[in-house]
């Protein structure tokens, strides 16, 4: 959203962690078996039983929202929408992130079309072994579910190249003041070691570092 600030960002971010807390607080015990490789086929969903199916009742075509815990990793928003669609249509799905390395933190919430299908999907994928995880599914109930919860639904995320950019940063050219900085905390870190190898008995004195030249004079609004 435009005009968020940091500090709402991160409230919003913190609730949305307080409610997947609450709704699985228990540790993901390990198990032996194949991780799920990026690009790979996402498979079929298991059959839904009879039994969950006459255990739910139809909607009034009101959506319904499961949140899935212990995604396993690579099984981002393409490959959830895939999976999960195979139950029925979605209308809206948000794959929890880290805001600053877009990680993914292993759980989402998936709003579906109809009630009843988060309802199959939470009974039928629920203690679910997918790919060497074992899920953790549960319907929202409307309280629950408030207008953020699904803030940057949709999208699909695209890796940010954060070591190309600090190359970028690197190559950009300094200003005055930023190199005055620069000399300064290197003249203050060269005093430190003199006084330490002054302590052991040496006696070091380092160059002299050069201080910023000034920039040329601007003339008629050109160098």
């Known amino acids: ?7 709402e960002g991160q409230e919003d971010d913190e609730n949305i962690q307080a409610l997947a807390g609450n709704i699985d607080p228990e540790e993901e015990a390990a198990v ?39 995604i396993p990793h690579g099984f981002y928003e393409y490959e959830m929408k895939q999976y999960l669609s195979q139950f029925g249509p979605i209308s809206r799905l948000r794959l929890s992130r880290n805001k600053k390395t877009g990680a993914s933190k ?12 988060a309802e199959i999907v939470s009974k039928t994928m629920d203690n ?3 790919f060497g995880h074992i899920l953790k599914c549960k319907v929202l109930s409307k309280e629950q579910v408030h207008e953020d919860l699904f803030k940057g639904a949709n999208r699909r995320f695209k890796k940010v190249p954060w070591n190309k950019m600090a190359g970028i940063q690197l190559e950009k050219p300094r200003t005055e003041s930023a190199w005055e900085a620069k000399v300064a905390r290197e003249r203050n ?29 601007v003339e008629n609004g050109e160098e």
């Open 1 to 7: 959203m435009e005009g968020e600030s940091d500090s």
């Open 32 to 70: 032996n078996e194949e991780e799920f490789q990026p690009g790979q086929d996402v498979g079929k969903i298991p059959k839904v039983s009879k039994d969950v199916q006459k255990s739910v009742k139809a909607s009034k075509e009101e959506p319904g929202v499961v949140y899935i815990g212990r």
């Open 106 to 117: 292993h759980f989402a919430f998936v709003e579906f079309t109809e009630a009843s299908t």
């Open 128 to 130: 679910y072994l997918l």
């Open 189 to 217: 870190n060269r005093a430190k070691k003199a006084a330490k190898l002054k302590e052991l008995g040496y006696d070091f004195e380092a160059p002299e570092l050069k201080s910023v030249p000034a920039p040329a004079a």
